[in-house]
């Protein structure tokens, strides 16, 4: 059976970090592309990093360059999600999934394996 689990959310200051992992399990990360989706409430699902399978070539959304990185450790089987200089509109639930990764965006869809979930709150 395989399994994302997403771990490492909480609630942070504006100006803080957290670092979120994916972990795998019934798969290997490393033929896998792996993408990080959050959806905040009443907004859509956005696509925010990824870490493609070939190459590991990364991409980040507009809203997170500069501040996120992504990157992956195979020995561990897990994806990581690091996030610096975190501000009041990063809050969301945040999300790892199989998928596809381009230069341009992150792209995972029902067919794709998803985790549950790590919720992210950025309050002071």
């Known amino acids: 059976q395989v399994q994302l689990v997403e771990s490492g959310g909480g609630l942070v200051q504006p100006g803080g970090s957290l670092r979120l992992s994916c972990a795998a399990s019934g798969l290997s990360l490393y033929y896998y592309a792996i993408g990080w989706f959050r959806q905040a409430p009443g907004k859509e699902r956005e696509g925010v990093s990824c870490?493609?399978?070939?190459?590991?070539?990364?991409y980040y959304a507009d809203s997170v360059k500069g501040r996120f990185s992504i990157s992956r450790d195979n020995a561990k089987n897990t994806v990581y999600l690091q996030m610096n200089s975190l501000k009041p509109e990063d809050t969301a639930v945040y999300y790892c999934?199989?998928?596809?990764?381009?230069?341009?965006?992150?792209?995972?869809?029902?067919?794709?394996?998803w985790g549950q979930g790590t919720q992210v709150t950025v309050s002071s």
């Open positions: 870490v493609s399978s070939s190459d590991d070539s990364t």
């Open positions: 999934a199989t998928g596809g990764c381009f230069r341009d965006k992150v792209v995972a869809g029902t067919d794709d394996y």
